[in-house]
């Protein structure tokens, strides 16, 4: 996972592509960066938070009326300062800027091809490839050049991409996996991977942008293009379950209602005989609340966030994980003390999190802890942007839920069926869900 935005505009933009990228943050803690364009495209990017990289005197000599940035969760290539983001290369329309959100699963062929044809890559992310497709195919038509890109690169993207020629483009793939929308504030246009970015700027969010469309903006106009191939629409389920912000509507499902719903169908599939029902911070609330709603157990908070961690499931090792769960909560012994306590969390990827927590509560002296899940067991790796590449990091793939509830050590354990999962979201949201039962919309075996 990672945050784009892409802002198009008559005024200086930096500073808005600043604020825009620190309501992006949870989507990308590793590093982060701005590309700006005015005469010339310029950039600056760094390894940390948008708030550690960027000050008042780089925002200064980023000036411009069309930019992009990103921040970044690593999934293809490591946790480096020249894996950074957003790209900025050189073709024959001139420079130009590309940031991405997503994961491609053809990367490997699709870079030893190019290596062949004499191409030099100077980071390991699969964003590099996309820039090199692009300018590869380009001849005197850049939507063209785009369209014959994504008719090769498998997987998920979404792209802003920004050129010397003082255009924004905005490219989603056609599945959909990975959120974009479009916003406008008076004349100004503003691409971002979740609505937040367009509220805070005080823009109006449009429309989410369609799978497999290219959106071309220019000179104050927009312009939409379709990729020929029509496939079925598949938003990553991941999204709604954790990654995006309460506020946030993606393809018109809102995440926070979503969450909600996924609580009280939790509470009815799984009812429990305890005290209070306390949530796992800050992705765990709302469906927390929906739970204590349907089960009429009072909501308390037991788990206190230390705001100043980041997420530990998007860290880059397990160690480093281990460490976070312990920074990141601690329980609140006059809340939990002597009761029965029902522990809602959004998902049990590894299972790190669930038995560190556990652990916490019962020494603070819970006499019972109940564990509910509000989505289903995540048994199948994902190709698509997950930093889940392996079966055997997942333990639900390993153990049933009777075994996972003996290693994290609670009193019961539960999950959210999947039916229960299209229960919560609006009829005609369709979502991919292969990481629960293993049916992928982009087979990555015969690729």
């Not at 900025?88 to 290596?115: D, P, T």
């Not at 964003?127 to 785009?146: C, F, Q």
């Not at 966030?305 to 601690?330: H, M």
Request: aromatic share 8%; glycine share 8%; with cysteine.
């Amino acid at each position: 996972m990672c945050g784009i935005i892409g802002i198009h505009s008559k005024q200086d933009i930096s500073k808005d592509l600043y604020y825009g990228l620190f309501s992006l943050q949870h989507r990308g803690q590793e590093s982060c960066g701005i590309a700006t364009m005015n005469e010339k495209i310029k950039q600056y990017k760094g390894m940390g938070l948008v708030s550690d990289v960027f000050n008042a005197n780089t925002l200064n000599e980023l000036q411009g009326n069309i930019g992009i940035g990103h921040v970044r969760y690593s999934t293809a290539g490591g946790s480096n300062e020249f894996n950074s983001q957003p790209l900025v290369g050189s073709f024959k329309k001139g420079k130009i800027a590309l940031a991405h959100n997503g994961n491609l699963i053809n990367k490997s062929i699709l870079k030893e091809r190019l290596e062949d044809e004499g191409l030099i890559f100077h980071t390991t992310i699969d964003s590099e490839v996309i820039l090199y497709l692009i300018a590869r195919y380009y001849k005197k038509n850049l939507i063209e050049a785009i369209k014959k890109a994504m008719k090769f690169i498998k997987g998920a993207y979404s792209l802003v991409i920004m050129t010397e020629d003082k255009e924004l483009i905005a490219v989603r793939d056609p599945n959909g996996f990975r959120p974009l929308l479009l916003g406008k504030r008076d004349d100004e246009f503003i691409v971002s991977s979740e609505n937040v970015s367009i509220d805070i700027l005080g823009g109006d969010f449009v429309r989410d942008i369609a799978p497999g469309e290219i959106l071309h903006i220019k000179d104050g106009k927009e312009t939409s293009y379709f990729y020929d191939e029509k496939e079925e629409k598949s938003t990553c389920i991941f999204e709604h379950i954790y990654f995006s912000r309460n506020d946030a509507t993606i393809d018109c499902q809102n995440v926070y209602e979503f969450r909600v719903k996924s609580g009280e169908i939790l509470a009815k599939e799984f009812p429990c005989d305890a005290d209070i029902v306390i949530p796992v911070p800050d992705s765990g609330w709302a469906g927390a609340i929906g739970y204590s709603n349907y089960s009429k157990i009072p909501l308390k908070e037991g788990l206190v966030k230390n705001r100043y961690v980041g997420r530990t499931f998007i860290k880059p090792t397990q160690r480093e994980r281990e460490i976070g769960v312990r920074l990141k909560l601690n329980p609140l012994k006059e809340v939990v003390e002597g009761k029965r306590v029902v522990l809602i969390d959004d998902s049990i990827v590894r299972g790190t999190t669930s038995k560190k927590l556990i652990d916490s509560l019962r020494k603070a002296g819970a006499k019972e802890v109940h564990l509910r899940i509000t989505s289903p067991p995540v048994k199948y790796s994902c190709y698509f942007g997950i930093d889940t590449p392996r079966r055997r990091n997942l333990i639900a793939s390993n153990n049933s839920i009777d075994e996972i509830k003996s290693v994290i050590k609670a009193d019961s354990l539960a999950f959210l069926s999947i039916d229960g999962l299209k229960q919560s979201s609006i009829k005609d949201f369709k979502f991919c869900k292969a990481c629960f039962d293993g049916n992928y919309p982009v087979d990555p075996v015969i690729l």
